[in-house]
């Protein structure tokens, strides 16, 4: 089993090396020891992306990071990318290089650990252990980190249960493998046992998270909370607790606790681009305009020269200010900003798609500012461009979709969404956005949760069970915002649970939502008579309690 | 941040003053650490007369810097802000990488450092903590031995039993005394601290599972002095 001296000389031989550094100094005592080492190819990068174009050229058998690397990328944000990217194999070696003990910082997700930490100062002999030691791991383990690089779950899973039967050192190794291969695949529950079997011998930290997020997977949201309320407790540093604690705030439907538990991940590590974007979704859920604004104009600064980098972080921004003028006093000076997103974008954009997207949203917030002939003009103007655009993609269509509601041409939205629907038939994320801009399912799968939905309601409203059946439709407005059916039952369970059980003002608010997506209905609508009952029934409530809270 | 509340009583925090230098001195003597290792390398081939200088050189750097990690460490261990970092370690590599880090010491004193470990044993600890406790006690056993160190490792009922013996005169009786005396602290009127074994106690406390608790011991032989540190 022990592996020689000479044996370790010839693996050295063959290995290609990266070292990243800012000091050229640093950068020339560990080329020089792992030259030492028999090593033949060491190159050097100074800052991540002089690192990760020589990776995109070389596939390194060994990179060795710095952490701090001046104002420039730090060697996580360096990691995350190569892994995005598929640059980095999982049968390299990423050592990341501390001038800290590691728990002075913070970590983010799992799966973007490096192999190993080596704290400064180190000697040459320290560094050569730590090698070594690496490097006899990834051999003992080659053939199933090769698996899982070729995407061969299956086959990873069972080598690590292969190895698992030797019951040498590696054994926990393969467990936690074994543990998010099962996660990747879905397969929740094995993956739960895996976890489970390790902290019955030991309390760690990675397995308590791989477990809480099979419970999360698995809809056991209770238990869950409980486990991560633990972690949190017990001063754990990786900020994937806190990602997964606002993901089980959200499903359970409190969308203001999961913003504030992001908001906290974020203040001690705000350059996480993923999770910004996780941040600005929920702000805009919870219509806190002023910080999804502020996440993604960070999100756009974040994104320069990486991977994430594209139009669509421009257009966000620009959609987030539009929502934002609905809501905004003076909509009128904020144009002002929408123009000066796409100003700086074009400069980058130069395509016509681009433009012509990008113009649609103009218009989208021109008429949020209650100029109607100039958004009407736009708009006409854009209608013409899109008829002689090479293949308008699905999100470009969305907004024109967006732009006609905004201007109250609700009519040629409607046409818009069902030419969508028939022509994005089979892409399930496209008809996914086309019913959420729709106020009546479109999709074939969205017509068949309609009818689900509808079903378990009836019966929640049989039982009495208005609380669940407020619950019920607020999780499928979600999904649905604008679905007039949904908006109608979550109005009616709104007004029996208050008749019942009493007034508050946060149900008051709720309704009101609900109530203010309905307002377009027309007389003619087969809706209109019960949401006309609706509305007269909410208005008694409110007055009522106005009053009572006034005496 | 009411470090810098102008309304505050003006007084200077000065544990946490003592704590950010520390932090500074440690970083640049990380670098004196990493230039005086190539300085050695590169000069040692010209002078060999000169090793034992450099070694003694060395050595000092390295039990400053030890020191102050022990000054970081407990000032945090005080604020409630160090956590410990629990991950499976192989025993063999991990102190083989220990004596590593003190070689130039042991060769200069001719000291012949054996480790006996299972190669297959693994053990759950936080490795920058417990490294620290291993090195300090290395640093140690090489001012005191006569020619050998001897590290075994084993699985003790559960728990994790390193010891590390020299072949010296033994620890003195007073410091055992006051190991074995619970209400231990430390002393600053015997000019020896003691600082190290009193934090490397501290660190092995913090070592919990299954309401065990870790603890270190020292006792002495015909042989010379043993040194247990015990995690479960």
Not at chain 1, 466 to 490: C, D, E, R, V
């Amino acid at each position: 089993m022990a592996i020689t001296k000479l044996e370790l000389l010839k693996f050295y031989k063959s290995k290609t090396v990266l070292i990243i550094d800012d000091y050229p100094d640093m950068r020339g005592s560990i080329r020089r020891m792992i030259e030492n080492f028999g090593v033949r190819q060491v190159d050097t990068a100074s800052n991540g992306e002089e690192a990760i174009k020589k990776c995109e050229e070389m596939a390194y058998d060994i990179i060795l990071a710095d952490y701090n690397l001046g104002d420039n990328k730090n060697g996580q944000q360096i990691l995350e990318e190569l892994r995005f990217k598929n640059l980095l194999k999982n049968t390299s070696v990423y050592m990341m290089i501390t001038a800290e003990t590691t728990k002075d910082m913070v970590f983010g997700a799992l799966e973007y650990q490096p192999d190993d930490y080596l704290t400064k100062p180190f000697t040459q002999a320290v560094l050569e252990k730590r090698l070594d030691r690496l490097i006899v791991e990834k051999e003992a383990l080659y053939e199933i980190n090769n698996a899982i690089d070729a995407n061969n779950l299956d086959k990873a899973i069972a080598l690590c249960q292969q190895r698992i039967n030797f019951h040498d050192k590696y054994e926990h190794r393969c467990y936690r493998i074994m543990g998010s291969c099962l996660y990747k695949k879905q397969l929740y529950g094995k993956a739960k046992q895996v976890y489970q079997h390790i902290l019955g011998d030991r309390d760690l930290e990675w397995a308590n998270i791989g477990l809480g997020k099979s419970m999360i997977a698995l809809e056991e949201l209770d238990d869950a909370e409980v486990l991560f309320s633990k972690l949190i407790d017990s001063g754990s540093l990786c900020l994937e607790v806190y990602d997964c604690m606002a993901d089980i705030s959200n499903r359970k439907g409190d969308a203001e606790t999961a913003q504030k538990l992001l908001e906290q991940a974020i203040a001690l590590s705000p350059n996480a681009i993923l999770r910004q974007q996780a941040l600005a979704e929920i702000s805009e859920e919870n219509h806190n305009w002023e910080q999804a604004e502020k996440s993604r104009r960070k999100i756009i600064k974040l994104g320069n020269n990486s991977v994430y980098e594209s139009p669509e972080l421009h257009f966000n921004l620009a959609r987030t200010i539009t929502a934002e003028m609905e809501y905004n006093e003076a909509p009128k000076d904020r144009i002002k900003d929408v123009d000066e997103v796409f100003r700086k974008m074009k400069r980058k954009y130069k395509d016509d798609n681009t433009a012509l997207q990008a113009d649609i949203i103009s218009a989208n917030a021109v008429a949020k500012t209650g100029d109607n002939e100039r958004s009407k003009a736009i708009a006409e103007e854009v209608e013409k461009r899109i008829d002689s655009a090479v293949s308008p993609s699905a999100k470009l269509m969305l907004d024109m979709v967006e732009t006609y509601n905004a201007m109250g041409s609700r009519d040629k939205a409607k046409e818009l969404l069902k030419k969508l629907a028939k022509t994005y038939e089979d892409n399930e994320e496209v008809s996914e956005a086309i019913d959420r801009l729709s106020d009546e399912p479109l999709s074939a799968k969205g017509k068949q949760k309609a009818v689900e939905l509808n079903n378990a309601g009836k019966k929640l409203f049989t039982d009495k069970e208005y609380g669940k059946a407020i619950s019920l439709f607020s999780q499928a407005l979600k999904h649905y915002p604008n679905n007039m059916g949904l908006n109608l039952n979550l109005m009616l369970a709104l007004v029996r649970e208050m008749t019942g059980s009493g007034v508050t003002s946060a149900m008051l608010d709720r309704c009101s939502v609900a109530k203010e997506k309905l307002s377009h209905l027309s007389e003619d609508n087969p809706l209109f008579d019960r949401y006309k009952v609706l509305g007269d029934h909410y208005a008694k409530l409110r007055t009522n309690f106005q009053d009572q809270s006034a005496n | 941040m009411s470090s810098t509340d102008p309304d505050s009583t003006g007084a200077i925090d000065f544990s946490m003053l003592l704590a950010s230098s520390v932090h500074d001195i440690k970083n640049s003597l990380g670098m004196l650490l990493t230039s005086l290792d190539e300085v050695i390398d590169i000069s040692v081939e010209d002078r060999p007369e000169q090793r034992k200088n450099y070694s003694i050189l060395r050595g000092e750097a390295s039990r400053i810097n030890n020191a102050l990690i022990y000054l970081l460490g407990l000032y945090r261990l005080q604020n409630d802000q160090l956590n410990i970092n629990l991950s499976e370690i192989y025993i063999a590599d991990f102190l083989e990488e220990q004596v590593a880090s003190q070689q130039l010491l042991f060769d200069v004193n001719r000291i012949e450092v054996t480790v006996d470990c299972d190669e297959n044993l693994t053990g759950f600890f936080d490795e920058n903590l417990i490294a620290g406790v291993v090195n300090n006690i290395l640093v140690n056993c090489a001012k005191y031995t006569r020619d050998s160190i001897v590290i075994r490792a084993s699985e003790q009922e559960l728990a994790l039993q390193i010891s590390i013996n020299d072949n010296g005169e033994g620890y003195p009786q007073e410091l055992l005394d006051k190991l074995s005396n619970s209400s231990r602290g430390i002393d600053f009127t015997s000019g020896s601290t003691n600082l190290g074994l009193f934090f490397s106690q501290q660190i092995a406390a913090l070592h919990r599972c299954r309401g065990e608790q870790g603890f270190i011991a020292l006792s002495n032989s015909e042989l010379g002095g043993c040194f247990t540190l015990n995690l479960p």
